[in-house]
Nanobody, 116 residues
């Protein structure tokens, strides 16, 4: 399984970015797709996740500003990030947790930089 993320970049505070991550190579339908963020010196932390049935979970810091969605037909997960803040800056990693194969997959990171 390979995950290919795209959509990172630089934006001013208050702006928006949309991240995409497409999974290829075959994953079971029962899975959780998500986005994690990592900043220097800190552990990777969950930003948002969505189950194959559409249930979502968000970090408190992004609730009301970020929206996670997925296209099951395309095995793709999206993260719409609005009202971005400088503290949102970090490397964002997409993740797929395959609940049948009990396997975790990670994409390459994509850098998001929010300037004040």
């Amino acid at each position: 399984v390979q995950l290919e993320a795209s959509g990172g970049g630089s934006v001013q505070a208050g702006g928006s970015l949309r991240l995409s991550c497409a999974a290829s190579g075959g994953i079971f339908r029962l899975n959780v797709m998500g986005w994690y963020r990592q900043t220097p010196g800190k552990q990777r932390e969950l930003v948002a996740s969505i189950t194959s049935r559409g249930s979502t979970n968000y970090a408190d810091s992004v609730k009301g500003r970020f929206t996670i969605s997925r296209d099951n037909a395309k095995n793709t997960v999206y993260l719409q990030m609005d009202s971005l803040k400088p503290e949102d800056t970090g490397v964002f990693y997409c993740n797929v947790r395959d609940l049948i194969a009990a396997t975790n997959y990670w994409g390459q990171g994509t850098l998001v930089t929010v300037s004040s």
